[in-house]
């Protein structure tokens, strides 16, 4: 039963990195569109960077979900060769101890991922707001 539990959690963290890459991406357009629009150099420039940390936020994402479906496939074969297994009454735990450690390799890869998202993210948040205190007021 435990990886099937493993698979729900699996699929809980697809949906958040799912919604996450979803709101990356738009966040990305719109920023694209003022880019074109803008005329002030130091206000492109700011854009431009702001694009930069998006789409290394969208790699990030993007390989962290990558990650998690290669850890459920993995998780499924576990599954698969259980009752292969269990049917033939082969004893194959080296082949799914085997499966399992590498489904939990891909799970901490896709974590470690997803750490450095959210990192980059919030690295980004505090660097407009300092930007924006940073910036003489208007007179």
Do not use: Y
């Not at 039963?1 to 959690?9: I, T």
Request: charged residues 15%; contains cysteine; aromatic residues 6%.
């Amino acid at each position: 039963m435990a990886p099937v539990f493993l698979l729900a959690g699996i699929a809980g963290m697809l949906n958040v990195l799912s919604v996450r890459l979803g709101r990356v991406v738009d966040r990305a357009r719109i920023v694209e569109t003022h880019l074109v629009s803008e005329q002030h150099e130091n206000h492109k420039a700011t854009l431009q960077s702001e694009i930069e940390g998006l789409w290394k936020r969208v790699r990030l994402v993007n390989w962290s979900l990558r990650m998690f479906v290669c850890a459920a496939l993995l998780v499924c074969l576990v599954i698969v060769t259980l009752f292969l297994g269990e049917l033939q009454g082969l004893d194959l735990s080296i082949v799914i101890a085997t499966l399992f450690i590498g489904a939990m390799a891909f799970m901490i890869t896709g974590l470690v991922l997803f750490l450095f998202e959210v990192g980059v993210s919030t690295s980004r948040i505090r660097a407009g707001i300092v930007e924006i205190l940073e910036e003489e007021p208007p007179n």
